[in-house]
């Protein structure tokens, strides 16, 4: 596994995302990503019901458990790592989660807007 710098979006050390459960494309609890990384699971977010109702309705149900895949199914104010394409999908039908940007891999910046990011954080004053 070959992952890219650990640098967020605001050019600072990467933070973890989340643990409870257990996030990343790596599932090593942060946004990190790397060339086998299709998806640029790149976003922590904290996700929403509504965001979670809307991802279900694109084919991505996250609230589900899938024991099968030790998913314990997401609810409300979990954060997890979201891809960023469908992180942007999200803000463009008014869907958007909040963003915690120091656990947002800088790699988002190449599908999403820093300012839109910023208007979603719930890390910044």
């Known amino acids: 596994?070959?992952?890219?710098?650990?640098?967020?979006v605001l050019g600072e050390t990467l933070e973890s995302c989340g643990n409870d459960p257990k996030t990343g494309f790596y599932r090593d609890g942060c946004c990190n990503t790397g060339p086998d990384d299709l998806g640029y699971h790149t976003v922590?977010?904290?996700?929403?019901?509504?965001?979670?109702?809307?991802?279900k309705s694109r084919g991505n149900d996250?609230?589900?458990?899938?024991?099968?895949?030790?998913?314990?199914?997401?609810?409300?104010?979990?954060?997890?790592?979201?891809?960023?394409?469908?992180?942007?999908?999200?803000?463009?039908?008014?869907?958007?989660?909040?963003?915690?940007?120091?656990?947002?891999?800088?790699?988002?910046?190449?599908m999403c807007e820093l300012d839109d990011l910023k208007r979603h954080s719930v890390d910044l004053s």
Do not use: Y
Not at 85 to 99: D, L, N, Y
């Open 1 to 8: 596994m070959q992952v890219s710098d650990s640098i967020n």
């Open 62 to 110: 996250l609230s589900t458990p899938r024991p099968d895949f030790g998913f314990p199914g997401l609810k409300a104010g979990d954060s997890w790592c979201l891809c960023a394409a469908r992180w942007q999908e999200a803000f463009e039908a008014g869907k958007a989660p909040r963003v915690r940007l120091r656990a947002t891999h800088q790699a988002t910046l190449e």
């Open 44 to 55: 922590c977010a904290v996700v929403t019901d509504d965001f979670l109702e809307f991802s």
